[in-house]
């Protein structure tokens, strides 16, 4: 194996001890506690271990956390207003409603009911609107996650080739928009992208958000490239016992990483850092809403 691995972990340890820093200047000049609130709709275990660990780490950094759990056959009407008085609550800097919804809630309708301002998933349209144009915005933490990873190993992206594999809203869409902000060469493949091999071996930089269990091997990525690996898949492992389960990302590891110049593993790689974002958003958003300076090197 001859990849640096790129260590999420360790990675998102230090953004978060560098928001915990900024939450406790807050509380110190201002007297003020961000607030985080997440809205989970019916079970989805992806989500439950989600929502566990971040109303952990929310609490360990200094801030507010909030949990609505809420009947997956809860009405849109219900959700709409608790959303409604969680806008209104001074307290409350950061709203994220865990995704997916149950299939009769219209998730569109639901995410835009979010003041964009307290929007720290960045899904509302006019943050996507705002990402897509260049201006500032609450990022989505995903991609933002992995920029940061990316930048942290190269320096500079300017001019790399990008190939992100995904196009979804929360994932493949944004990172896009952000390699393009770094001025990367940026190519979005998805389900039906012809000869799929043959354009991730042209990237220096390969993002794989696609939900297949490890759907790319080690001979489709140039040698020396930086693989990216977002997905998140739950395997059955009987090998380590019964209904035991084991992790896996999207990339073939071990492959990977024999020709990669640098890889994320899984676990241990976005995930934490999409935690670790979602806490920097929340505390970005709380010194806009208050008109105080933004902490450095926690934006995109
Ligand atoms: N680490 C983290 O923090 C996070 C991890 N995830 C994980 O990332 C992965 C992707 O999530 P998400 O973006 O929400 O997933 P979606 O299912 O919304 O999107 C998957 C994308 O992959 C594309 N795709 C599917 N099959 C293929 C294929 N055979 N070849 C090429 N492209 C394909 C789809 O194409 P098409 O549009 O044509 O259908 C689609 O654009 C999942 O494993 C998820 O669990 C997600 C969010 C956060
Ligand atoms: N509105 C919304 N925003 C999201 O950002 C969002 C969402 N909905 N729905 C679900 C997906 C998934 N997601 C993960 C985040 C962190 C880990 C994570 O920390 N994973 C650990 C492993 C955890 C484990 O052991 O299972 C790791 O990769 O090391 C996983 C998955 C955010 N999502």
């Given at each position: 194996m001859s990849a640096q691995v790129i260590d999420g972990k360790a990675f998102a340890a230090k953004v978060r001890g560098q928001v915990a820093e900024g939450v406790s200047k807050l509380k110190t000049d201002h007297d003020l506690v961000p607030g985080l609130a997440v809205v989970l709709v019916g079970e989805d275990p992806a989500s439950e271990v989600y929502v566990r660990s971040k109303g952990k780490m929310t609490v360990e950094v200094g801030?507010?956390?909030?949990?609505?759990?809420?009947?997956?056959?809860?009405s849109e009407a219900d959700l709409l207003a608790i959303i409604k008085s969680l806008n209104e609550d001074a307290t409350?800097?950061?709203?994220?409603?865990?995704?997916p919804l149950p299939k009769h809630l219209n998730e569109d309708l639901v995410i835009?009911?979010?003041?964009?301002?307290?929007?720290?998933?960045?899904?509302?349209?006019?943050?996507?609107?705002?990402?897509?144009?260049?201006?500032?915005?609450?990022?989505?933490?995903?991609?933002?996650?992995?920029?940061?990873?990316?930048?942290?190993?190269?320096?500079?992206?300017?001019?790399?080739?990008?190939?992100?594999?995904?196009?979804s809203n929360i994932v493949g869409k944004p990172?896009?928009?952000?390699?393009?902000?770094?001025?990367?060469?940026?190519?979005?493949?998805?389900?039906?992208?012809?000869?799929?091999?043959?354009?991730?071996?042209?990237?220096?930089i390969v993002v794989a958000a696609v939900g297949r269990p490890e759907m790319v091997p080690g001979d489709w990525i140039k040698p020396g490239a930086t693989v990216i690996d977002v997905g998140i898949n739950r395997l059955d492992a009987p090998e380590k016992g019964e209904g035991k389960t084991r992790l896996v990302g999207d990339v073939h590891y071990e492959s990977a990483a024999a020709v990669a110049g640098a890889i994320t593993p899984v676990p241990g790689g976005v995930g934490p850092m999409t935690i670790a974002c979602l806490l920097a958003n929340t505390l970005t958003a709380c010194c806009r809403a208050n008109g105080l300076p933004e902490p450095e090197g926690l934006t995109a």
């Open positions: 801030m507010k956390s909030v949990e609505h759990r809420l009947d997956a056959d809860t409350i800097h950061g709203i994220l409603v865990q995704l835009n009911s979010i003041d964009p301002a307290k929007d720290v998933d960045g899904f509302h349209i006019s943050n996507v609107g705002l990402l897509g144009t260049g201006q500032k915005s609450m990022v989505p933490c995903t991609p933002l996650g992995c920029l940061m990873m990316l930048r942290d190993h190269h320096g500079s992206l300017s001019g790399l080739d990008a190939v992100v594999v995904g196009r990172m896009a928009q952000l390699l393009l902000g770094d001025s990367c060469t940026v190519t979005i493949a998805h389900s039906r992208t012809k000869d799929l091999p043959d354009v991730v071996r042209r990237a220096d």
